[in-house]
């Protein structure tokens, strides 16, 4: 997804709607995002995810090879960037 050619309302409404999704599909772990979401919603690659994750301070947990983004800490980054 190219995020550079929607406003921040409709970024928000996508990121609601795949917290929602995430919710349903993990049932009841409502805290913790995949990278891999994050990364498809971002429309990033695993560099610039890592680079988000040390620069904006995102939370991870990581169990084995999976990683997660505390959902708190996605939702500060993004209130952080409002224009």
Known sequence: ??????????????????????????????????LDDCKHFFGYGATQMSSLIKNESLVVSQIGRRKFISRKSLLGLLQRNIL
């Open 1 to 34: 997804m190219n995020t550079g050619t929607i406003n921040f309302s409709q970024q928000l409404d996508v990121i609601i709607y795949l917290l929602q999704e995430t919710l349903d599909t993990q049932k009841g772990i409502t805290e913790w995002i995949p």
